[in-house]
């Protein structure tokens, strides 16, 4: 069996635990240990007895399964066939370093085009009141759009991928605000900016899915100009904590 350092490789082929595995490759958890223990999926130990795994170990083995005759169709199902799960090769929009892994596990997660929920909705309220803000959206942002599981005060359902603030804002884990978008370079000839909703501040926290992917944001929005307190910062902060506890529990509940 291939041992794998951490060291080996960076952000874009990212480490990932048996469970985690198993999730991407459409399998149990018990499937993939014996996939592990077979030397089928390549992994190593840690120091404290738990195996880990990248990535790239995972795309080879779909890879190869799909190639055989034997590959069974649960293996093809999580090979993205939709291209909104698959990195772009020259995307015009700034994109994290595990870009590819991050797609991957939003495609396993399914939320996109999923139905209405009354959680995520009081969310984006309570966003708009703790910030006194007339637009507030939780975003999925595929490989093509940002999606809004979401919205208040906007009346589409999603905007091209190119368009969206929240592809800068999934870049870091903490807080990314624009105060002002007309003196901003990145973004004052932004469809966005220029069209409706007019959007001159942005205010987006990334939402964090069990495996530490940034699959979005909880943001709020304003036609005008303004900055937030610390104390609306720290707000927004802990309504996204609880959106991201949501995505952990959607997947639960995928799941089982």
């Not at 596990?105 to 139905?115: F, H, T």
């Amino acid at each position: 069996m291939t041992k794998m350092k951490k060291s080996d490789a960076g952000d874009s082929d990212p480490i990932l635990t048996t469970s985690s595995a198993a999730r991407l490759l459409g399998v149990a958890v018990s499937t993939a240990q014996l996939w592990i223990e077979s030397g089928a999926l390549e992994s190593w130990k840690t120091p404290g007895g738990h195996r880990r795994v990248r990535l790239s170990a995972i795309t080879r083995l779909l890879k190869t399964r799909a190639d055989t005759a034997s590959a069974d169709s649960m293996a093809n199902a999580f090979i993205p066939t939709n291209v909104e799960f698959l990195p772009q090769s020259a995307p015009r929009y700034p994109v994290p370093g595990n870009e590819a892994a991050r797609l991957l596990a939003l495609n396993a997660l399914d939320i996109v085009e999923s139905a209405n929920d009354p959680v995520f909705d009081r969310l984006t309220w309570l966003a708009t009141q703790v910030t006194d803000t007339p637009m507030a959206l939780v975003t999925m942002l595929t490989a093509k759009r940002q999606w809004f599981k979401s919205r208040i005060g906007v009346d589409v359902d999603e905007t091209p991928r190119e368009w969206a603030f929240c592809s800068h804002a999934i870049l870091d884990d903490d807080a990314f605000i624009v105060e002002d978008a007309h003196a901003d370079h990145r973004f004052r000839n932004n469809p966005l900016v220029t069209g409706m909703p007019y959007i001159r501040f942005y205010a987006g926290i990334p939402l964090i899915d069990r495996d530490g992917f940034r699959m979005g944001t909880l943001c709020v929005l304003d036609r005008e100009p303004r900055r937030l307190r610390e104390k609306e910062i720290r707000a927004l902060r802990e309504l996204a904590a609880i959106a991201s506890d949501e995505l952990k529990r959607f997947d639960k509940v995928r799941a089982a």
